[in-house]
């Protein structure tokens, strides 16, 4: 490659989320950038050892079960202690929620700060043996006045988060982050160790072509689902069938979305009546980046940023993607009566 090809004006994550700072003005205090690094330290940290598990015999079990009553894999305990403590000694956080961790941590001085964050820290983990795409997802919400950091500042509306972001850990580590000020995919140049910038304004496309849904659950899905998922595998001449795509990690699934549109769904069914995705670490951060790259994300009635959590561990239903696609979805709810 001659010297005219190689870019000197590289855009990393850590520039580009600055600059979004600055332009965000003097309310900008640089505390979201520090977190946001703190978070992309241990993407990078996971991301080397999900690449090295089989040569350093992390995969398989780690012989604990989570809240969530799963076996561990030895990489959702690696992934979970070093975004624990590296959030810690940020120095930015007051609360931490994880899926693998019942009880929400609340830091204590001198280390707190005024961001929660929430997150899986390895998404998909059931795939970790057979090499699939999987990833970290997490949501940030700042503490609410006069809160010194409690449950209470996650309760809320995903629609308060100030960001939300995944990385997928697959052939690279891609980071996909949302400031509230649309959403930027980086790719990891491990060479260099900084995540750059390769897919700036990431707009879902307004219709497309895939569906992604576990269809081994048909037979517990209400009747709207069902006749959404006829209308678009045996459509009407000249339409043709959608095509089927799905990974069973959401990363994987929601990032193909983002990128080339469709309708990615996890729907309550007669077997799980909240669906099986987590609320507050999967949909809220998931919904965040869908609506800020141009799409939707809905329960198939109403808006998931707009649920108020009960829990920490709250599940709903999930569907998000391309808009048209997702209103489709959702003319099914309103005209065929679901049982249940
Ligand atoms: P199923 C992975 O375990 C996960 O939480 C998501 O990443 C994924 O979308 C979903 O569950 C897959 O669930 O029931 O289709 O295997």
């Known amino acids: 490659m001659n010297t005219e090809e190689i870019s000197t004006n590289i855009i990393t994550l850590t520039r580009h989320v600055l600059n979004d700072g600055l332009r965000l003005g003097p309310a900008a205090t640089g505390d979201l950038t520090l977190l946001l690094t703190a978070i992309s330290f241990t993407s990078k940290f996971i991301a080397t050892n999900v690449r090295k ?3 350093i015999n992390l995969v398989g079990l780690a012989g604990e079960t989570n809240v969530q009553g799963e076996e561990q894999k030895k990489l959702d305990v ?8 590296a959030l810690r000694a940020s120095g930015k956080t007051a609360v931490l929620v994880s899926e693998e961790l019942e009880d929400a941590i ?3 001085d001198p280390y707190k700060g005024k961001y929660c964050v929430v997150f899986d820290p390895l998404d998909g983990s059931s795939n970790i043996d057979a090499g699939v795409n999987i990833g970290t997802i997490f949501g940030i919400y700042k503490i609410k006045d006069g809160s010194t950091g409690s449950v209470a500042d996650v309760l809320r509306p995903g629609s308060e988060m100030v960001a939300a972001g995944y990385i997928m850990y697959g052939s690279s580590a891609n980071l996909v982050l949302s400031t509230g000020q649309g959403v930027n995919g980086y790719t990891l140049d491990a060479s260099l160790g900084e995540f750059i910038l390769t897919h700036p304004n990431i707009q879902i496309p307004p219709r497309g072509k895939i569906y992604s849904f576990n269809e081994g659950n048909a037979m517990y899905f209400y009747s709207p689902v069902n006749a959404y998922l006829k209308s678009i595998k045996y459509p009407t001449a000249p339409k043709t069938p ?7 990690s959401m990363v994987a699934d929601v990032h193909r979305t983002l990128l080339y549109g469709g309708i990615f769904g996890y729907p309550s069914d007669k077997k799980s009546k909240n669906g099986k995705l987590r609320l507050l670490y999967e949909a809220f951060p998931m919904a965040f980046l869908t609506e800020q790259a141009g799409g939707i994300a809905t329960t198939g009635t109403s808006r998931i940023l ?3 959590p009960s829990g920490i561990h709250d599940r709903c239903p999930v ?10 979805l959702m003319k ?5 009566p679901a049982e249940g």
């Open 53 to 55: 598990a089989r040569l």
């Open 78 to 85: 690696l992934s979970n202690d070093i975004m624990v403590n």
């Open 106 to 108: 609340i830091i204590d």
């Open 242 to 248: 959608y095509s089927a795509r799905y990974i069973g």
């Open 306 to 308: 707009d649920i108020v």
């Open 319 to 328: 569907f998000l993607g391309s808009r048209d696609d997702v209103l489709d």
């Open 332 to 336: 099914f709810y309103k005209e065929v």
